[in-house]
């Protein structure tokens, strides 16, 4: 038996072209296509420099990081690597091989050009009959920062430092060197030993720092990543994280925003991510739906103001919609609400009547109460004040919210919000990295989130084309195979019903 043996020096000559080693139907093609439609060459300004190597299209890099989104690769080094040895990423690149600075440059610099990628591969969506992004569901997810818990620094470190950088090197040497400073914070001690930084630098980056902690009222801030907040995640675990965003539609489940915010919770979100669809779709949605923590009356005005029809139920609602209702009998959760006459019925069949309200914040406190407290037999197990109070927040605005939250409808309504939101992050954690964010400042972490969305929605796009193609092809099948039994079997009785439905 003859075997073949190997040839280390890879001593071969290619002949042929690249692009016959990428199949017609790859998806890399249509990338390109995609790219080639919506981008010329008036993206591009002419450099006047005469000096140094000239510069990538602006469409050239675009190719390349809209083909690594949609293959899942963040990391430019990554991109790069791919870029010298993957004849697909050559294919898209045009046999150019731009470094991993220059696409982190470019990332940096054009990143409203990756924002009109976006925007456009949604209006393609939209013209092709998709989706017309009638409801959208809105939910937030904590991703981990870059920043190891090391490298943090706190109000009166930083008071420190620039209290040392006052006085000359080797003096602050001294104090570092000193026996009785062993306590200084790794991180304390990199900023004042830092020799790529002047001292005027040192002191406008620990100027940012305390603003950051002065506005954010935190304890401390990592010093890799000022942007990041103490958050906590799914796991109880307090980490510097940032609050992601999404907005995604229910019909087609393609993502319109995913945007990164420094809020740990989504109490103030609606508005804000509301305003970003506005700005995607240029169009506000017919209907949205969240769960409570974006509930509250500031959000009930500008939705009402603005024609949406939302669908946000109060904490009792989301317990009853994820079978949690509490088992003790007593529990407010366990008193029935009459919206007709506006009074609430306790377990012991006594009647709860509204006696007064009062504004705290930007909400309003209802209180319901009785006076039949005083002679129940199981007040203790219910209340250890003289009466049970059960309170209210909001307005009618509320009140109107809860009882759409209570129909049929607004039940069915809010079902579909677990379908769209939660199992879109599941992806984005799974294939595209988003479990934690690699970038330092916020405005980069935006364009690493959007070249996520453009990654997972051109997939999701082509897969809703060819579903509709197949569903097509399909119907032409059937609709040929009745019309070739009414004419070989003319006195059949064939369903036509079922024929008129195809």
Not at 18 to 41: A, G, N, T, W, Y
Request: with cysteine; hydrophobic share 30%.
């Amino acid at each position: 038996m003859v075997l073949i043996k190997e040839n280390n020096n890879q001593d071969f000559w290619f002949t042929e072209q690249l692009s016959k080693f990428i199949p017609i139907d790859h998806i890399s093609r249509q990338v390109i296509d995609f790219v080639e439609d919506h981008f010329d060459d008036s993206f591009d300004l002419v450099s006047d420099k005469k000096e140094g190597r000239p510069s990538y299209l602006n469409k050239t890099l675009l190719k390349i990081l809209f083909y690594a989104s949609v293959d899942c690769v963040t990391s430019t080094e990554r991109i790069y690597e791919h870029l010298q040895f993957h004849q697909v990423y050559q294919f898209v690149a045009g046999g150019l091989k731009p470094s991993a600075r220059t696409l982190r440059r470019f990332k940096k610099e054009h990143g409203y050009l990756i924002e009109k990628m976006h925007e456009d591969l949604l209006k393609t969506a939209e013209k092709e009959k998709l989706t017309d992004f009638n409801h959208i569901s809105f939910d937030g997810t904590i991703v981990k920062a870059n920043n190891s818990p090391y490298n943090m620094i706190r109000l009166e470190e930083i008071e420190l430092c620039l209290n040392l950088l006052k006085l000359s090197e080797k003096e602050i040497k001294e104090y570092l060197d000193d026996k009785n400073n062993d306590k200084v914070r790794e991180s304390v001690y990199k900023i004042l030993i830092d020799k790529n930084k002047s001292v005027e630098d040192k002191i406008i980056f620990l100027n940012d720092l305390k603003s950051v902690l002065t506005e954010s009222k935190q304890s401390s801030v990592g010093t890799h990543c000022k942007d990041a907040r103490w958050m906590k995640n799914k796991k109880n675990k307090i980490e510097l994280s940032f609050n992601v965003q999404a907005a995604v539609d229910y019909q087609s489940k393609l993502i319109v925003n995913l945007n990164a915010v420094t809020d740990p919770t989504d109490h103030k979100q609606l508005i804000p991510q509301i305003q970003k669809v506005l700005w995607t779709l240029n169009k506000y949605p017919e209907k949205i739906s969240a769960d409570y923590t974006y509930r509250g009356e500031k959000e009930f005005k500008f939705l009402k103001n603005n024609n949406i029809d939302g669908y946000i139920p109060n904490q009792k609602q989301t317990r009853e919609h994820k079978g949690r209702i509490h088992t003790n009998p007593y529990h407010k959760d366990n008193f029935k609400y009459n919206s007709e006459k506006d009074t609430f019925k306790c377990p012991e069949n006594q009647i709860l009547e509204f006696k007064k309200e009062y504004a705290y914040d930007d909400s309003v406190h209802r209180l319901y109460y009785t006076s039949e407290c005083k002679k129940c037999l199981k007040k203790e197990k219910c209340t250890n004040s003289e009466t049970r109070t059960i309170t209210e927040y909001g307005t009618i605005l509320s009140k109107e919210m809860t009882e759409k939250m209570n129909s049929t409808e607004g039940k069915s309504e809010y079902k579909k919000r677990s379908s769209t939101v939660e199992p879109v992050f599941g992806i984005l954690k799974l294939h595209h990295g988003l479990e934690s964010i690699q970038q330092k400042e916020i405005d980069s972490v935006q364009t690493e989130l959007t070249l996520m969305a453009i990654g997972y929605n051109f997939k999701r796009i082509l897969n809703l084309k060819n579903k509709n193609k197949n569903k097509q092809a399909n119907k032409k099948i059937l609709k040929n195979f009745f019309t070739m039994l009414n004419e070989k079997y003319p006195n059949a009785k064939i369903n036509k019903e079922i024929y008129l439905k195809i």
